[in-house]
């Protein structure tokens, strides 16, 4: 166990009492989920290599893992969508790679003309105003859309779905707890799992900052009842959020339709790769309203022109940060952002178009729909939720760690077990499927389901 570090000053004064915080009793306590799997060491040849050689020694040993991306059906995020292969090649340029902050618009003319691109298709596809560039991911756009809904109406109460997962609310409390803010769960509905309406009216009051609802929820629900909250909102004088998947908007409305004051979602699918725990880009975006825009977090790009009126130039129009003058003073103390992660989608968004943000969102919402249809047909596994979905969907079963150690062992990799972050749904799977899969792919996992319900 570490008991001092040369250059982590209280590794050893602070050790005892950091561990006493968070429950546990020793370092290695930290790590007790984490299976203890063997790794099997192969022995380094003794003799030297050429670098032929050792290539071909690698690229053997790494032949043996396994590549789930088409057979993977994990629902909850993040997902696995096509990506472009023209998006690698322009993030991977040097000028794009390495940028850093565009403190000197002067010499970041591209940099800020990406980001400017990028705001203005968000704004498009969420309908809004005015958006940022760039929050982290979706749980950190929730919880600054949060403290900014408290900042603008100077009231302390946030209103989020229960149906959130439990690192979502975890990282909106990292938000909001020490600003105090009280944030208060509105159940869901059982039937299909969006909002439950009366139960929401119930918790409104004149102290509320703000509403969040999403649709599609994060058990794939599209929830007919978006308007209905931002209405509830409005009535008591609060403000609106709400979080809508980027590729669901090519076949649903936006936010800006149901009057949302903000939109936030998660840009992932957006030709960004999944990553452990991380590689992922925030969306937020707002109406044209003076008081939302000047308490937005992290930086905002606009275009400008010369003195002389002949040329045109980008600048950061607003940038509220803590390393600013703004200070103790700041919106949010936002140190970087995910600028690469930003072009990459702003590359998938405009060689996708607006035909082709359709095409994908109808693929996938095809593909959702024929996999339910074919468990229903194959009495297999009830979705838990009635309504529509887009690409997640819950469905019950018997045991989900079993069935789904099961399926590794076909070389799939089947839903995410609900139970962990919602009790009540205990054996309910949250699987997940994209525009990638194809129906046949989509068969045999469906295949695999019915082999394992009957023992073989």
Request: proline share 5%; net charge neutral; glycine share 8%.
């Amino acid at each position: 166990m570490l008991k001092s570090h040369p250059y982590i000053p209280n590794a050893s004064s602070a050790l005892e009492e950091m561990l006493r915080d968070v429950g546990v009793s020793d370092v290695e306590e930290l790590f007790k989920d984490l299976p203890k799997l063997p790794f099997e060491i192969k022995e380094i040849p003794k003799e030297p290599m050429d670098e032929l050689s050792v290539e071909r020694e690698v690229m053997g040993g790494l032949s043996k893992n396994v590549v789930f991306r088409n057979r993977c059906f994990v629902g909850g995020g993040p997902w696995f969508h096509h990506i472009p292969s023209v998006i690698k090649h322009i993030i991977s340029r040097g000028e794009f790679l390495t940028s850093y902050t565009p403190y000197q618009a002067e010499v970041s003319q591209g940099v800020l003309q990406s980001l400017f691109e990028f705001q203005s298709m968000i704004c498009e596809l969420y309908d809004m105003e005015v958006a940022n560039a760039s929050m982290y991911d979706l749980p950190t756009s929730i919880g600054e859309a949060t403290l900014l809904c408290s900042r603008v109406t100077g009231r302390r109460k946030v209103i989020i779905p229960s149906s959130l997962p439990r690192e979502r609310k975890s990282v909106i409390a990292n938000y909001t707890q020490p600003q105090g803010l009280l944030v208060k769960e509105t159940p869901y509905s059982t039937e299909d799992g969006c909002l439950d309406q009366e139960r929401l009216k119930g918790l409104m009051d004149s102290d509320v900052a703000c509403v969040y609802a999403e649709s599609p929820s994060y058990f794939g629900i599209v929830d007919e009842g978006i308007k209905a909250a931002v209405d509830a909102a409005h009535d008591f004088g609060a403000l609106a959020v709400v979080g809508s998947d980027p590729l669901s908007l090519g076949v649903f409305k936006p936010p800006g339709e149901f009057g949302a004051d903000i939109a936030v979602g998660d840009g992932q699918p957006l030709g960004i790769s999944p990553g452990l725990g991380g590689n992922s880009l925030g969306i937020m975006a707002c109406r044209d309203d003076p008081r939302i825009i000047r308490q937005m977090p992290g930086r905002i790009v606009g275009l400008t022109q010369t003195k002389d009126g002949t040329k045109r130039g980008f600048v950061l129009a607003l940038s509220t940060r803590e390393q600013h003058i703004r200070r103790e003073k700041a919106t949010s103390n936002i140190c970087t952002n995910e600028t690469l992660l930003a072009l990459a989608a702003t590359v998938y968004m405009s060689l996708m178009g607006r035909d082709g943000m359709v095409r994908v969102a109808r693929t996938i919402l095809g593909n959702t729909k024929y996999t339910i249809d074919k468990l229903k047909r194959a009495g297999l596994a009830a979705p838990v939720f009635r309504g529509t979905n887009f690409r997640d969907f819950a469905v019950s079963l018997k045991n989900v760690d079993e069935i789904n150690k099961r399926l590794l062992k076909r070389r799939l990799v089947g839903g995410r077990d609900l139970s962990k972050d919602f009790p009540d749904l205990k054996g309910v799977g949250l699987f997940a499927v994209t525009e990638i899969h194809t129906r046949e792919e989509i068969d045999v996992l469906v295949s695999a389901l019915r082999e394992i319900a009957r023992g073989t």
